[in-house]
C-alpha cells in the first residue's frame, strides 16, 4: 500500500486530490496539510511513502518544504497553479510536477515514477530443453546456439540439440551478455563459439561457430558483433 500525504491550503484542491486517488488501487491517503509547518510535522509523523505538495502556501512555501526533509525522505510531487517554480522543484528532485487542475491521467504517471522498479531476473546458469517426452538439464556452458524456429526454440549443444519453449525474447534477458549475443531475430550464439565472421552484400553477415553451422546476422548487429569479438562485454 502506498501512503500519500495531500499538503495544500485550498481545501477544494484537497478535496480533489482525495477524490483522484480513490480510484487507485493499493493507494491510502494516511493525512493532510495545509500550511508548511504543518506539512513538516505531519511528514514526520506520518511517514508517507509521497506528499502530493502545494507551494504558495502560508508559513512556508513547499519548495522550502521539500528543501528542509532530511534523507530519506518521501517522494516529493508538487502540485501547484504556477508554472515558474519547475526548475527549482527538479532540483530539489521532485518526482514530477503537476499543474492544476491535476488530472487523473497526469496524476497516475506521476505515481508510476514512484514505483520500485523490477527487480532483474538472475542470469541463468542452466536450462530445461525437451528430448522427446523428457526435459534436460542443460548447463549455458555447453549451449552453442539458439534459433527461433517455426514458433518454436532450437538449442544447440556441441553434439546435440533440444527444443524449448521460451522465445528468444525471454531468454536473452536470462543469459550472461559476457557470454551469449543476438546476432538476429532468429538467433543467439555463444562468443567464444564463433570460429569467423564473414560480411555480406548489403551490411549483413555470417558467423560460422566452430561447430561448423553457418548463421546469418543481421545488418543492425553486424558491427556490434565485431565490436564485441574484439573489445568483449562492455
Keep these: 500500500m502506498t501512503r500519500i500525504l495531500i499538503v495544500d491550503d485550498e481545501q477544494p484542491a484537497r478535496e480533489r486530490l482525495r477524490r483522484l ?22 511528514i514526520r509523523s506520518l511517514h508517507p511513502d509521497i506528499v502530493l ?7 512556508c512555501r513547499g519548495t ?8 530519506p525522505r518521501p517522494h516529493i510531487i508538487f502540485c501547484t497553479a504556477y508554472d515558474q517554480y519547475a526548475v527549482e522543484a527538479f532540483e530539489l528532485k521532485a ?3 503537476l499543474l492544476k487542475p491535476v488530472t487523473r491521467p497526469r496524476l497516475e504517471s506521476a505515481l508510476e515514477k514512484a514505483r520500485p522498479a523490477p527487480a532483474p531476473l538472475p542470469l541463468a546458469k542452466r536450462l530445461l530443453a525437451r528430448t522427446g517426452d523428457r526435459y534436460v538439464v542443460i548447463p549455458t556452458d555447453d549451449i552453442v546456439a539458439f534459433l527461433s ?19 528468444l525474447n525471454d531468454l536473452e534477458v536470462r543469459l550472461d551478455p559476457a557470454h551469449f549475443f543476438r546476432i538476429s531475430r532468429a538467433a543467439i550464439v555463444r562468443i567464444d563459439q564463433v570460429k569467423e565472421v564473414a560480411p555480406l552484400p548489403g551490411g549483413a553477415g555470417e ?5 561448423g553451422r553457418k548463421l546469418e546476422v543481421s545488418r543492425r548487429r553486424f ?3 565485431l565490436d564485441r569479438l574484439e573489445f568483449g562485454a562492455r
Excluded at 491510502?28 to 506539512?39: F, L, Q, R
Design 53 to 59: 505538495l502545494d507551494i504558495e502556501m502560508p508559513g
Design 95 to 97: 518526482l514530477d510536477y
Design 149 to 167: 524456429e517455426e514458433g518454436l526454440t532450437h538449442l544447440f549443444t556441441r553434439d546435440r540439440d533440444y527444443w524449448m519453449d521460451p522465445t
Design 223 to 225: 558491427k556490434d558483433l
Design 64 to 71: 522550502d518544504v521539500a528543501a528542509s526533509l532530511p534523507e
Design 21 to 42: 486517488l480513490g480510484s487507485f488501487p493499493a493507494v491510502e491517503v494516511c493525512g493532510e496539510a495545509a500550511d508548511g509547518p504543518s506539512a513538516l510535522d505531519s
Design 207 to 211: 558467423v560460422s561457430l566452430k561447430s
